[in-house]
């Protein structure tokens, strides 16, 4: 299936890279369609709406700058997307970039919940009041993983990959789960 997109011009996507929101994403309910796109810089990737080529987000896999992290969502939303085990899980967190990319934040408290076995991902709130929307990357890397920021590309603003190369999936296997 061929996309237009806000960092690659229009490309060929698989399948697989496609996500269906059902109820949109907050401030974004309108659009619902949306594929997942590796950028150059791991450990980013691009959440593109299929609908509207100038809306796309940076996603980071929150569990890599808060290990502890879990979504602690409503099981009923899990359900409304068709979860039914810990493996059909994988969770992302938009980023937001400032100026400064130094200091990037994370939403972690509506974190994006997809089904991986069908595609279907919802925006939730989270139930913990310990996540914020406002989670400093590079802060909370640098307290619970210092070892990570040493050579990590999480110090530069994601972009996309480098021209000509085809953008891929998440690997599903390195994304973070429910507990």
């Known amino acids: 299936m061929k996309v237009r997109t806000k960092a690659y011009g ?23 369609d949306f594929v997942i796109l590796d950028a150059t810089q791991q450990p980013f990737y691009w959440l593109q709406s299929t609908e509207r080529v100038e809306v796309a987000f940076v996603l980071i896999d929150p569990v890599f700058f808060r290990p502890d992290y879990t979504p602690d969502v409503d099981p009923a939303e899990l ?12 969770v992302f967190s938009i980023v937001t970039i400032p100026p400064s ?16 076995r069908t595609h279907v991902g919802r925006q939730s709130i989270s139930l913990n009041p310990r996540w914020g ?6 802060d909370e ?9 040493t ?13 000509g190369s085809s953008p891929a999936a ?10």
């Open 79 to 90: 359900t409304e997307i068709g979860i039914e085990s810990p493996d059909d899980v994988l």
């Open 101 to 116: 990319a130094q200091r990037m934040t994370a939403n972690l408290q509506g974190p994006l919940v997809l089904n991986r």
């Open 133 to 138: 929307v406002r989670h400093v990357i590079l």
């Open 10 to 32: 229009e490309i060929e996507v698989e399948d697989r890279q496609l996500v269906r929101f059902h109820r949109g994403l907050f401030g974004f309910e309108g659009l619902r």
């Open 141 to 149: 890397l640098a307290q619970n993983n210092p070892s990570a920021i």
């Open 170 to 179: 998440p690997d599903p296997s390195s994304a973070a789960r429910t507990s």
């Open 151 to 163: 050579g990590s590309s999480a110090t530069s603003s994601p972009s996309p990959a480098a021209p």
